[in-house]
Nanobody
Framework: VQLRASGGGLVQDGGSLRLSCAASGIIVSINGMGWYRQAPGKQRELDATITSGGIPNYADSVKGRFTISRDNAKRTVNLQMNSLKPEDAAVYYC???????????????????WGQGTQVTVSS
């Protein structure tokens, strides 16, 4: 299973960006999905998650500005980021909890997968 994130870039203070993440590979089902960020010198922290049933959860710092969504048929998770601030600048990572089938062992496994990260820069 691989996750590929896209949509990062440079935006001005108050601007918007939309991040997308698509999963590929042997996927039986996808449970939770989410977006995390990691700024230089800081730990990775949660921005938003969404359950398999579509229930979102947001960090207080992004409530009202960010919206997470998922498309189960396309195996994607998106993050619409509005009213961006300089402190939102970070590398953003998508996450999925995926049930996959391991042909090498002949069993199902539920594992966490991460995308490669996409850079978001906000200029003041």
């Amino acid at each position: 299973v691989q996750l590929r994130a896209s949509g990062g870039g440079l935006v001005q203070d108050g601007g918007s960006l939309r991040l997308s993440c698509a999963a590929s590979g042997i996927i039986v089902s996808i449970n939770g999905m989410g977006w995390y960020r990691q700024a230089p010198g800081k730990q990775r922290e949660l921005d938003a998650t969404i359950t398999s049933g579509g229930i979102p959860n947001y960090a207080d710092s992004v409530k009202g500005r960010f919206t997470i969504s998922r498309d189960n048929a396309k195996r994607t998770v998106n993050l619409q980021m509005n009213s961006l601030k300089p402190e939102d600048a970070a590398v953003y990572y998508c996450y999925m909890n995926v049930q996959t089938y391991r042909y090498d062992g002949g069993y199902y496994a539920t594992l966490d997968y991460w995308g490669q990260g996409t850079q978001v820069t906000v200029s003041s």
